[in-house]
């Protein structure tokens, strides 16, 4: 009933930014936080920013002052800005929810970062 609606993956050139958004919808009853992981081939699945109900923020080390996480509660969406951007930032990106009736992940989107 929980569903993540993903979008703005794709390909950028290192230096280059990407706005991903998610859309959350159905019988949340209340969000305790959202945020982004990622995952590239042949490793584990790692988070990369978190936004709580409070709106505080959690950024882990390799994309702090790059990535900014934000929420609009009127939408139920979250977005992952992300500005130079590296090579070593490809990855699938999975978007989180924690709510009280559990946790719901998207479908994730592909992010590249090639010349």
């Known amino acids: 009933q929980v569903q993540l609606v993903e979008s703005g993956g794709g390909l950028v050139q290192p230096g280059g930014s990407l706005r991903l958004s998610c859309a959350a919808s159905g019988s949340i009853f209340s969000i305790n936080a959202m945020g982004w992981y990622r995952q590239a081939p042949g490793k584990q699945r790692e988070l990369v920013a978190v936004?709580?109900?409070?709106?505080?923020?959690y950024y882990a080390d390799s994309v702090k002052g790059r990535f900014t996480i934000s929420r609009d509660n009127t939408k139920n969406t979250v977005y992952l800005q992300m500005n130079s951007l590296k090579p070593e930032d490809t990855a699938v990106y999975y978007c989180n929810l924690e709510g009280s009736l559990g946790d719901y992940w998207g479908q994730g989107t592909q992010v590249t970062v090639s010349s």
């Open positions: 936004i709580r109900r409070g709106g505080s923020t």
